[in-house]
């Protein structure tokens, strides 16, 4: 349990110890500066420890705010704060340099609390300040100041704030307008019933299967009940991460687990609607492959674009500066957020067209709108890139290293080489590399060996491309190249072979290494490093994988290669998944929620 320690004489009538003991804090009182000190010491070494004047007056949730975010190791509101973890001891050695006169800082109010985040500030140490909004937190000096005080606490409705807050700030349009007013309040219902952000996750991912296996059926029906529960899957889906922000649920697993349900949720309903279609004599798995290598490949972009310039130094870049320009007229702020076709939009889309068309045209509008939408994201992203003048950092290009999950083939051929290309060769390489296996991939059939001879230059494009570290200004389209490069090769051959069970067998090969993308970006974001070296080579790397699927077609048959990708795929999704379980189930990485990305 969480201990808080209030300093100060206690004020009579004051609510502080109630509501302290309602957010879940073991509460002491001290003194004086020494007593804080002992009680601090004496508190549990694991948990988090809090020190709050106890002539605070302010907002439950301003409390809530400041001292139970777990997402950061100090924390303070006017009057309290807080410390987790290692922080602790950064938090007493500040404690020891205070004495009862305030250590030497001048401030407004004699309090304990604020004294330490000055004195911390000071020291270059960073403290998280959450927005409070109209939100009251405050140590008054007199007791005019402390009716005045609790006049402004009143005058606010927290729990509206609290509500409103619940909401990510930033979202499409379809989510901000169609789910988002009513979902935020079933989030209150859950948090009331002891429901954790996790549990909605679970359900949301359940209903999603449910919906998928509705859609495998077929039938109108069918259909219909797909679409109501695809969109009953998303409303649980923002549910969860109000949950989250309504009650500061936050975890490493729950991060996990919002982020990879959704992919897991979107790419098993594209498999059931190509089981429902072929029930009724249409085979699109072609269709359902390309929509999931698409949607993956969209993804990429996002993640390494967004870790290239994660640190950058400078942004003067024009391009920036006209998105900014558009993003402060209200119009243009939803318009191009529904260009890009983000996850509400697109689910909704996904739902009625199940409900009242085909699973084929379903794809076919389904490939179009993120055709467009990759489109006009990569080619702002381009235009930005070549027009800012900013200094990548070590981390960016480990991070890009990271996703471009080189394996030991080209990472030995580039050891070899040792020396890198200039400049905008890097990504240029990159994509003809990956477009000379696809295209031998798609010309040739079963038999031919001209795939391996794309795969061996993919193999060399590869080491090319990540000899030297990925800091140019394009560098960040090398990961997604990859993705397009493996990925394609994959769906090429698997359509070559027309055989039953091909294509669902690569559609399960591709989910598995997308998941293990999908794994290191996660990994990355939480500051948890990319996944085990060992994991890497024991799947092969992105060119590894590759070169053996070309292989396999060359000397099999087309029945014997629809096997060979089964094992395959089985293969790899058990190692990522174990590995992936066990790290996120153990991980010692801060608490985060996924807040990123709409797509």
């Known amino acids: 349990m969480p201990t808080a320690i209030v300093t100060g004489q206690p004020v009579p009538g004051s609510s502080l110890e109630g509501d302290l003991r309602s957010l879940g804090f073991d509460v002491r009182m001290a003194a004086d500066t020494a007593e804080a000190r002992t009680l601090i010491a004496a508190a549990p070494a694991d948990g988090r420890v809090a020190l709050v004047d106890a002539r605070f007056v302010g907002h439950p949730h301003a409390l809530r705010l400041g001292l139970t975010d777990p997402r950061f190791p100090l924390a303070a509101v006017p009057g309290a704060v807080t410390a987790q973890g290692a922080a602790r001891q950064t ?40 927005e409070l909004g109209s939100l009251v937190a405050a140590v008054p000096a007199d007791p005019q100041a402390r009716n005045e005080a609790r006049q402004a606490v009143l005058a606010v409705d927290e729990e509206d704030v609290r509500l409103k807050s619940a909401v990510k700030s930033r979202d499409g349009f379809f989510t901000t307008f169609c789910i988002s007013p009513y979902s935020r309040y079933l989030a209150r219902w859950c948090a009331r019933r002891g429901l954790t952000p996790n549990q909605v996750t679970t359900a949301s991912l359940l209903t999603a299967l449910i919906a998928a296996g509705c859609a495998a059926t077929g039938t109108r029906p069918g259909f219909i009940a797909a679409g109501v529960l695809l969109i009953a899957s998303f409303v ?21 687990l919002d982020a990879t ?30 929509a999931m290598i698409l949607q993956t490949c969209r993804h990429v972009v996002d993640f390494s674009f967004n870790e290239a310039n994660h640190d950058a130094t400078a942004n003067t870049s024009p391009t920036a500066a006209l998105s900014d320009k558009l993003d402060s007229v209200g119009w243009t702020v939803w318009v191009r957020r529904m260009i890009v076709l983000p996850i509400g939009e697109r689910w ?47 981390r960016a290009a480990r991070a890009l290293a990271d996703l471009a999950d080189t394996g030991p083939l080209a990472g030995a051929l580039a050891r070899v080489l040792k020396r890198g290309l200039p400049g905008l060769a890097v990504p240029a390489v990159a994509f003809l590399g990956g477009a000379a296996v696809v295209a ?43 993705r397009a490069a493996e990925y394609g090769t994959v769906l090429a051959l698997a359509a070559r072979a027309d055989v039953h069970g091909a294509l669902p067998a690569a559609f399960g090969l591709v989910a598995a290494v997308a998941y293990h993308h999908y794994d290191t970006v996660y990994r990355i974001r939480g500051d948890a490093g990319a996944p085990p070296a060992w994991l890497v080579r024991a799947i092969g790397g992105q060119e590894g994988r590759t070169l053996l699927v070309t292989v396999l077609a060359a000397l099999l048959t087309a029945s014997q290669f629809t096997v060979a990708l089964t094992v395959i795929a089985v293969c790899v999704a058990l190692l990522v998944l174990v590995e992936s379980i066990r790290f996120w189930v153990s991980a010692g990485a801060p608490a985060v929620h996924d807040e990123g990305e709409t797509a």
């Open 236 to 256: 649980l889906d923002c549910t969860d991460g109000q949950l989250a922000r309504y009650s500061l649920q936050y975890s490493t697993l729950g991060a996990w």
């Open 440 to 482: 031998c991939s798609a010309l040739t059939g079963f038999g031919s060996w001209l795939p391996v001879v794309g795969a061996l230059v993919h193999v060399l494009t590869s080491a090319l491309a990540t000899a030297r570290p990925l800091k140019g200004s394009l560098d960040w389209l090398v990961p997604p190249f990859f």
């Open 348 to 394: 909704a889309m996904i739902a009625v067209l199940t409900a009242v068309t085909t699973p084929r045209i379903t794809f076919y509008v389904l490939l179009i709108g993120c055709a467009l939408a990759a489109t006009y994201t990569t080619a702002g992203r381009v235009l930005r890139s070549l027009t800012r003048k900013a200094r990548r950092t070590d």
């Open 261 to 290: 349900f959704d992919r897991a949720k979107e790419y098993a309903y594209y498999a059931g609607l190509a089981l429902g279609a072929a029930r009724g004599g249409d085979d699109v798995w072609v269709l359902a492959l390309g």
């Open 91 to 130: 938090l007493s050695r500040a404690l020891e340099g205070q004495d009862e006169t305030g250590g030497g800082t001048a401030v407004a109010v004699d309090s304990l609390p604020d004294r330490l985040v000055t004195a911390l500030d000071a020291d270059g140490t960073p403290v998280h300040r959450p």
